[in-house]
């Protein structure tokens, strides 16, 4: 007898081993249709896979959100049936799901082209229309490496010889191609319907070791509908609009380039923006009572290794070398954060302290994995760090997820997650001390009122944390802001505090940051905003222009009335027509254009017109002054 326990708790009970496929036609045809796998305690497996003993069991259709990542591992095997079709000669390597999509690695002495692309993709298509049936099997392990040397598939030999003695070696089968995977898979290759498309080419070494063979692996992107498809391929034509290297170059921003890779060279614009947003966070981090402070670049190396990160982080770090010492460019503030905590004596009476730097850090990133400003070497985090008893973890969390969700709301960011992040495989300190800070950051975040989704083993190696993620104008997610809760890092470093018994304690650690870094958190902005940066923020807020050379000296005049009332403006009496300038200007995203003429240096006017819209608005000057004045000001005018 064997008993399935359904999602709604209800039963089914079959005298004999049974299928998800037998379970699914048993409930209704419309079912049996849908099925595209189930899941088996928790585990997603094949449908085909007999079930012998009592389960909780659930059927997986392409409406649950588990379908997608089925789909698109799918869609990777399909991929490469189609381009061992197409290419006998060339061998499939690895194919996972990825997000967003899949992709497949490939051996092939001819690099592909784009008109490959268009074949393979067109092959894939015919392959769903055979509706192949996928058939697993388990494999001798012998037979299987003797199987692919001798089609020539040495790469596929490598990896099952690289497998456990003690795992099966499973073998998916459809139509006249054979791969080796765990699965699960669909039924068939019809079921993965014609909502996928083929995306790029890119380069690939085995193994991802630089050492080894470079491969051409092929991205893909599937998805459950042509609905979500096209909703996809759309929001990448909205993402390639906004990219902020592009309008970073447009609004003469910043630049980057190979003498200084992965660092940042910010124009005046760019750098007027950077202050602009700098100093938000100053006044709100004061309005909170953080105290700021500044800390050496570089620190020699004993204190890393104090700290633990030179064992965790040794490989990031940028070295320097003086006489016979080896400093570390400093790769984040913390430990030079517990060398000021402490200096002197701190009684329990100055808790909680929460320390601020908008610390310079730099970390050594793989020159391939950097991108514009959203993946740099060199940067600046809104880095702080609150040193307080465990009785006030709740109140600080509390009070630090209050003032997130209000800097977010300033800045037009009204949606964003929490991801609850617990203990990594590797970290510091015993599994009793991440108890205690992993109970003691969810019962905060439970006191703080927040939801939130469990993101298993991405916690820093001092402590679990929590993630905020953004999400953009365009449905995109950011990770931006962080919270940690860290028993580990005062005892190595020996921070202690006088309590009221008069006795030494540990104080705890909250490492905290809320933009992340300046320089990604910019990027972002300029994507969220495709460049049409709120007024507080837009580096030139407005230009005076003139229609004719007549009005040249009125547009001088209006542009000191201007920066006499703190608007960050440019003057531009060119000899070039109105329509020319004004488009230039929109071109650069400046928020307000003052078009001058002779008729309004007459009349003490200007014509006023807005980025983005048609029509322009003739106001007193005092009275433009005034609502651009109020604009400019931003979220903090009244504080």
């Not at 996928?134 to 392990?141: A, L, P, Q």
């Amino acid at each position: 007898m064997v008993k399935l326990t359904l999602p709604d708790g209800t039963s089914r009970e079959y005298d004999a081993p049974v299928t998800g496929a037998d379970v699914a036609a048993d409930i209704g045809p419309g079912l049996a249709k849908a099925a595209l796998a189930v899941k088996i305690n928790g585990e997603m497996a094949d449908l085909s896979l007999p079930i012998t003993e009592d389960v909780d069991f659930a059927i997986v259709t392409a409406k649950d959100e588990e379908a997608l990542e089925l789909l698109r591992h799918d869609a990777a095997h399909v991929m490469a049936e189609a381009v061992q079709e197409l290419y006998p000669e060339v061998q499939v390597t690895i194919g996972p799901a990825i997000e967003n999509g899949f992709y497949y690695d490939f051996a092939r002495s001819e690099p592909f082209t784009p008109e490959d692309m268009q074949a393979i993709e067109k092959r894939m298509h015919e392959i769903v229309a055979r509706d192949e049936e996928i058939v697993r099997e388990v494999w001798n392990r012998q037979d299987a490496i003797n199987f692919f040397k001798e089609k020539g598939e040495h790469y596929k030999a490598q990896i099952i010889e690289a497998i456990p003695g003690d795992e099966d070696i499973r073998m998916y089968r459809q139509g006249n191609f054979i791969d080796l995977c765990r699965g699960p898979h669909l039924p068939s290759t019809g079921k993965l319907g014609k909502a996928f498309k083929l995306m790029k080419l890119a380069g690939a070494y085995w193994r991802g070791d630089s050492n080894n063979e470079m491969l051409q692996r092929i991205y893909g992107t599937a998805w459950a509908d042509k609905k979500q498809l096209k909703a996809y391929l759309h929001m990448l034509e909205e993402a390639e609009k906004r990219d902020h290297r592009r309008l970073g170059r447009e609004m003469s921003l910043f630049h980057l380039q190979d003498v200084a890779q992965g660092s940042v060279f910010w124009h005046p614009k760019g750098w007027t923006m950077y202050r602009a947003v700098q100093n938000y966070m100053r006044q709100r981090l004061e309005a909170e009572n953080y105290v700021e402070v500044n800390t050496p670049q570089m620190v020699d190396r004993t204190l890393w290794e104090d700290s633990g990160h030179w064992e965790k982080f040794r490989e990031n770090m940028f070295i320097a070398e003086s006489e016979d010492r080896m400093l570390a460019i400093k790769p984040m503030n913390c430990p030079c954060h517990v060398q000021i905590f402490k200096q002197g004596t701190t009684s329990y009476r100055d808790l909680p302290l929460r320390m601020a730097e908008f610390g310079s850090c730099a970390r050594n990133e793989p020159s391939g994995a950097l991108h514009g400003l959203m993946r740099v070497r060199a940067f600046v985090q809104d880095d702080a760090h609150i040193f307080c008893t465990e009785d006030q973890i709740k109140s600080e969390t509390k009070e630090f997820i209050r003032l997130l969700t209000s800097i977010y709301k300033d800045f037009g960011f009204e949606d964003f997650i929490i991801k609850f992040s617990d203990r990594p495989e590797k970290r510091a300190g015993s599994n009793e001390t991440w108890d205690k800070a992993e109970n003691a950051l969810r019962e905060a975040s439970e006191a703080a009122g927040v939801e939130m989704t469990l993101n298993p083993g991405e916690g820093a190696f001092y402590g679990p944390k929590l993630e905020f993620v953004l999400r953009d104008a365009i449905g995109r997610d950011w990770q931006c802001g962080t919270l940690q809760v860290d028993f580990v890092l005062p005892e190595r470093l020996d921070a202690s505090f006088v309590g009221e018994d008069g006795e030494k304690h540990r104080p705890v650690m909250l490492h905290r940051a809320i933009l992340g870094s300046f320089e990604r958190f910019l990027g972002i902005l300029i994507e969220n905003y495709a460049g049409r940066l709120p007024m507080w923020l837009a580096p030139v807020q407005a230009v005076v222009t003139t229609i004719t050379s007549d009005a040249d000296g009125y547009a001088a005049e209006v542009f000191e009335a201007l920066k006499s009332a703190g608007i960050r403006a440019e003057l531009d009496v060119r000899n070039e027509k109105i329509n020319y300038k004004i488009r230039e200007h929109s071109h650069k995203k400046v928020p307000a254009i003052f078009v001058v003429g002779k008729r309004e240096a007459e009349e003490g006017k200007v014509a006023v017109r807005r980025l983005g819209g048609k029509d322009q608005e003739i106001l007193a000057l005092a009275e433009a002054i005034d609502i651009l004045s109020a604009e400019a000001k931003g979220p903090l005018a009244g504080s």
